[in-house]
T-cell receptor, first 109, second 113 residues
Framework: RKEVEQDPGPFNVPEGATVAFNCTYS??????FFWYRQDCRKEPKLLMS???SGNEDGRFTAQLNRASQYISLLIRDSKLSDSATYLC??????????FGGGTRLMVKP | NAGVTQTPKFQVLKTGQSMTLQCAQD?????MYWYRQDPGMGLRLIYY???????DKGEVPNGYNVSRLNKREFSLRLESAAPSQTSVYFC????????????FGPGTRLTVL
């Protein structure tokens, strides 16, 4: 079993839609969680950190559910420019950041 | 504000050739990492350096060696390239291993024929 698992998608949504991704993690002691965005043939870039209390940055909201060991990313009012692959990140038992395989989002006009 | 830089951006090798991928960061980070990314496999850690003077194996170290030259620079060497090493290679750095955000370089696209 992978330490961080995501639905690879693709999620095809129209502009203006709300879309949510979930990601599950296996290390119950994981302390750090992040969402990264990766555009085609580019490097991953930090989208947002995920705190225990959840956090919001504009149209993006991230939540952590420790009881069920998953984190989520909600994107409201999707834009064409949101089309990308979203990587979920946790830490493994060796205290290393571990990346999920990514969820591909395609926003259509 | 360069962040993490990598050279070269693209490289084509023949089987058995050797090469070194260079990485440098200007953020005064302690930890540095080398990943490879293949379609359907996600990012896989090859080697990392938690601090200057230390290096450790990651998930897929076979066929690679690394050198943490100083706090800024972390190089990845392929001694005898194989077609299975065709991939995109990313270098990353962070302040503290396992806790802090990692910042990635632009990547090196390597093809081994």
């Amino acid at each position: 079993r992978k330490e961080v698992e995501q639905d690879p998608g693709p999620f095809n949504v129209p502009e203006g839609a709300t879309v949510a991704f979930n990601c599950t993690y296996s290390n119950s002691a994981s302390q750090s969680f992040f969402w990264y965005r990766q555009d085609c043939r580019k490097e991953p870039k930090l989208l947002m950190s995920v705190y225990s209390s959840g956090n919001e940055d504009g149209r993006f909201t991230a939540q952590l559910n420790r009881a069920s060991q998953y984190i989520s990313l909600l994107i409201r009012d999707s834009k064409l420019s949101d089309s990308a692959t979203y990587l979920c990140v946790g830490t493994n038992a060796g205290n290393m950041l571990t990346f999920g395989g990514g969820t591909r989002l395609m926003v259509k006009p | 504000n360069a962040g993490v830089t990598q050279t070269p951006k693209f490289q084509v090798l023949k089987t058995g050739q050797s090469m070194t991928l260079q990485c440098a960061q200007d953020m005064n980070h302690n930890s540095m990492y080398w990943y490879r990314q293949d379609p359907g496999m996600g990012l896989r850690l090859i080697y990392y350096s938690a601090s200057e003077g230390t290096t450790d194996k990651g998930e897929v170290p076979n066929g690679y060696n690394v050198s943490r030259l100083n706090k800024r620079e972390f190089s990845l060497r392929l001694e005898s390239a194989a077609p299975s090493q065709t991939s995109v290679y990313f270098c990353a750095s962070s302040g503290r291993q396992g806790i802090d955000t990692q910042y990635f370089g632009p990547g090196t696209r390597l093809t081994v024929l």
